[in-house]
């Protein structure tokens, strides 16, 4: 499978714990991204990497989340001290910078706090 | 900041009926796309357009872009149950951040 993969599928943990989340992109893709879906929303988004750069955080992106690129490789998303309003799905998603810029998303993360 | 608003939220149509969805942003947009999410399911792209007052088909689907760059529409004619799934509309307006709308939740009954 050449496609976006995503890691864990679903974690359930207790209020307070840290989390992480690992995406594997399109193998050729020099842009990844990070969005959060709750139910009835769309995607929010929260960082993206160009190459190993994290270029750009959103407002979302409390200081409890961080992101990494290392090489420029596959991502991970940490969320420290989880807190209930972080269950969501973690959602990752990968492009190769062009004139098409069309995101493919994983199947993502899905996060339930307790 | 950006914001990309579409309406309706929700909609249930009878198989064979169309079904229409709009999408406005509160800014100029260099480019938009539209996706498909399927319940359960992760988005989908369907097609980006660039242009102002581009229009293109996909079979059944026709995608519009306003003639500002601040809106577009997705019309798809007799719908079928394959149909069902929440159509998002995203934007750039210029960063490197897709804003993406609340989608459209569609319905399909046989």
């Known amino acids: 499978d050449t496609g976006v993969s995503q890691d864990p599928r679903h974690k359930i943990t207790k209020r307070g714990q840290n989390v992480t989340f690992r995406c594997d992109p399109i193998?050729?893709?020099?842009?990844l991204y990070w969005y959060r879906q709750t139910l009835g929303q769309g995607p929010e988004f929260l960082t993206y990497?160009?190459?190993?750069?994290?270029?750009?955080k959103s407002r979302l992106l409390s200081d409890r989340f961080s992101a990494e690129r290392p090489k420029g490789s596959f991502s991970t998303l940490e969320i420290q001290r989880t807190e209930q309003g972080d269950s969501a799905m973690y959602l990752c998603?990968?492009?190769?910078?062009?004139?098409?810029?069309?995101?493919?998303f994983g199947e993502g993360s899905r996060l339930t706090v307790l | 900041g950006q914001q990309v608003m579409q309406i309706p939220q929700y909609q249930h149509v009878q198989e064979g009926e169309d079904f229409t969805t709009y999408c406005n942003s509160s800014?100029?947009?260099?480019?938009i796309q539209w996706y498909k999410q399927r319940p359960g399911g992760h988005p989908v792209f369907l097609i980006q357009?660039?242009?102002?007052?581009e229009v293109k088909k996909q079979k059944r689907l026709t995608f519009q872009f306003g003639e500002a760059k601040k809106n577009s529409s997705l019309h798809i004619t007799a719908t079928q149950t394959t149909d069902v799934g929440t159509y998002f509309c995203?934007?750039?307006?210029?960063?490197?951040?897709?804003?993406f709308g609340k989608g459209t939740m569609l319905l399909v009954s046989p």
């Open positions: 998603a990968s492009t190769l910078l062009g004139p098409l810029e069309e995101l493919f």
């Open positions: 357009l660039v242009k102002s007052g």
């Open positions: 995203a934007g750039y307006s210029g960063y490197s951040t897709l804003t």
């Open positions: 990497f160009q190459n190993e750069a994290q270029l750009e």
């Open positions: 800014t100029t947009l260099s480019n």
């Open positions: 193998s050729e893709h020099n842009r």
